[in-house]
């Protein structure tokens, strides 16, 4: 039977682990949107060298993150939704595209909020407008991001 996934429920069924897992709660789940956190690491094994004696998060991580933040929880939901639980469990949600403008930079130990609204969802394709923005509420990046759910 299709149901509508908790953020609790959402964020145990984001597939990615330690050490590539940027999410760290899901603060807000419905048909329409995904609000997720993430704190990162002071001691991830990256800042070493990007960059020495001036860490920063790189931006193909800051995307990863918009897209474990924002567009997996959402299409989870909207599969869950859709499917009973079995069927739903045959999908995997992969990243597929996107379009991101970078603004400012992201610190190690700082915390970022991203922000995931629908655009469209159809043959199991969702894309969405997101922004990430520090915990003190500075812009990140914004742009479109889009998942696809194909077969596991």
């Given at each position: 039977?299709?149901r ?21 709660e ?10 997720g ?48 639980d ?15 403008e ?11 909020v991203t ?6 969802w159809?043959?199991r ?28």
């Amino acid at each position: 039977m299709a149901r509508l996934l908790t953020p609790a429920e959402a964020l145990a069924l984001v597939p990615q682990r330690e050490p590539f897992r940027f999410v760290d709660e899901i603060l807000e789940l419905d048909d329409e949107r995904a609000v997720g956190a993430y704190r990162w690491p002071e001691g991830a094994a990256f800042y070493a060298g990007h960059f020495p004696g001036h860490p920063v998060t790189p931006g193909v991580l800051l995307l990863e993150c918009m897209a474990q933040c924002a567009v997996v929880p959402l299409a989870l939901r909207l599969t869950h939704r859709d499917l009973d639980d079995a069927e739903a469990a045959k999908l995997h949600t992969f990243f597929s595209d996107a379009s991101v403008e970078f603004c400012q930079v992201v610190r190690p130990g700082e915390r970022v909020v991203t922000v995931g609204r629908r655009i469209f969802w159809r043959r199991r394709k969702l894309q969405v407008e997101a922004e990430m923005r520090r915990e003190d509420g500075v812009l990140v990046c914004s742009g479109r991001l889009a998942g696809l759910g194909v077969p596991a």
